[in-house]
């Protein structure tokens, strides 16, 4: 059984840094493109930081230059490093992985942790 479980989240203030830790097991995350999303309540989920297989990374504009993702293989644990963080940073943060096994798709999704950037 493929399990994602995020943890990290919580209240932060405006310029404060976090660090999103997304354990996984059932799947050796170096063979998977993993990625986090983010979730606003009605509206869909979107890509905020990707790290593939080969160690290439991809973020949003919104982001750049303050959020950093990595990976901990012998862990088997993605990480996602917050500074700077801004009230329109607060959504539900879910982790994702994905692969393609001979044309199939596999596909997992965490539960996601709620950050929220207040004061």
């Known amino acids: 059984q493929v399990q994602l479980v995020e943890s990290g989240g919580g209240l932060v203030q405006p310029g404060g840094s976090q660090t999103l830790s997304c354990a996984v097991s059932g799947i050796t995350i170096s063979l998977y493109d993993m990625g986090w999303y983010r979730q606003t309540p009605g509206k869909a989920r979107v890509l905020v930081a990707a790290l593939t297989s080969g160690g290439s990374t991809n973020y949003a504009d919104s982001v750049k230059g303050r959020f950093t993702i990595s990976r901990d293989d012998a862990k088997n644990t993605v990480y996602l490093q917050m500074n700077s963080l801004k009230p329109e940073d607060t959504d539900v943060y879910y982790c994702?992985?994905?692969?393609?096994?001979?044309?199939?798709?596999?596909?997992?999704w965490g539960q996601g942790t709620q950050v929220t950037v207040s004061s």
């Open positions: 994702n992985a994905v692969r393609y096994i001979l044309g199939a798709k596999r596909n997992y």
